[in-house]
């Protein structure tokens, strides 16, 4: 028989109504219609739901929160229910299946939500920066570890997370101001009373992943010639368990992972000024200019030099 679980918080007097408004809209506007919208920003997934659904199984690939704007949700984990809604949002450890539930919405007052990843690495290089008390409070407590949780949705998260998205449709919002107001999404849920499960979490997570120094390692070394052993190398791995454990976790190959980052990387370089079509093939691994320039157009549909002649208009259309 399962347990459930939901955090009833009143609603804050002081929250502004506006805050509630701007982030209905946010998603509105990146969930136009119903369904799932993926590829806005990397581990972020936006939802609308225009009536009550589930419960659904789903693969949870890494830590993550779950914040709703407007409806109700509610995910199931290891028997145990979790209820969130507007005045709150949840916290789910990695590696997990859950099912989830759309417990309200209909097509006027739409269920518009979002799970964004948070990387463990981020989040204890950014806790290791605050406060010693902060940090060491974090490490000590020992209470409700958990794998997922629901917490209060307090005014400075919400608002870190609109200003997030909306920076998101605009080319220089998402490559200058986007990477720095998901930091602050960061840095206010470690501000939050239950940041050391949260730093538990990201432990546990990379505890439980082989992969996690392979992907570090892929993201900072771009640039070069990767090979399936060198990267299970990193992982402690066999080069035959490491590819089974990295498709896994990730849903996709060695070899398709390094080509998607690289290509992504790329059109990212190619929003910035100035920068040429060779640099930017080499700068994100492409020994030769013409196979960066096939695999561009292969993925985006475009020549890289198209894209940059165009402008942001391709951003709307690329996926």
């Known amino acids: 028989m399962s347990e459930e679980v939901s955090v009833l ?4 007097p002081d929250r502004p109504e506006a805050l509630s408004t701007r982030l209905i809209s946010a998603l509105a506007a990146c969930a136009p219609q119903a369904g799932a919208y993926t590829g806005l920003w990397p581990g972020l997934t936006v939802y609308r ?5 589930g419960p659904t199984a789903h693969d949870v690939p890494g830590l993550g929160i779950g914040i709703v704007a407007q409806g109700r949700k509610a995910v199931t984990v290891d028997g145990t229910r979790y209820r969130y809604d507007q005045f709150q949002y949840l916290v789910i450890g990695g590696q997990r299946q859950i099912r989830s539930e759309v417990v309200e919405a209909t097509p006027d007052q739409p269920c518009l ?12 290089a950014m806790a290791a920066t605050m406060t010693p008390w902060r940090a060491s409070s974090a490490q000590a407590r020992q209470d409700g570890v958990g794998t997922c949780f629901v917490a209060g949705l307090d005014h400075e998260l919400a608002s870190a997370v609109v200003r997030f998205l909306c920076a998101l449709p605009d080319r220089a919002d998402r490559r200058v101001l986007a990477p720095l107001y998901l930091r602050e999404v960061i840095y206010r849920v470690l501000q939050g009373a239950q940041a050391a499960r949260v730093l538990r979490l990201a432990a546990h997570e990379d505890a439980a992943n082989p992969v996690a120094a392979a ?4 993201k900072a070394n771009l640039a070069q010639r990767l090979t399936v052993d060198e990267l299970a190398e990193q992982s402690n791995l066999s080069a035959s368990a490491f590819t089974r454990k990295f498709r896994d976790t990730t849903g996709h190959s060695p070899y398709q992972f390094v080509k998607e980052l690289r290509l992504v990387t790329a059109r990212q370089l190619l929003s910035a000024e100035p920068h040429s079509v060779s640099r930017v093939a080499a700068a994100v691994g492409y020994a030769t200019t013409s196979h960066f320039i096939k695999e561009f157009r292969g993925r985006f549909g475009v020549t890289p030099l198209t894209y940059v002649n165009a402008g942001s208009a391709l951003d709307e259309v690329a996926p």
């Open 215 to 218: 992907l570090a390692y892929i």
């Open 49 to 53: 739901h225009i009536a009550p659904k």
């Open 9 to 12: 918080t009143a609603p804050d």
């Open 113 to 124: 939500c979002l799970v964004l990843r948070l990387e463990p690495a981020t989040l204890r």
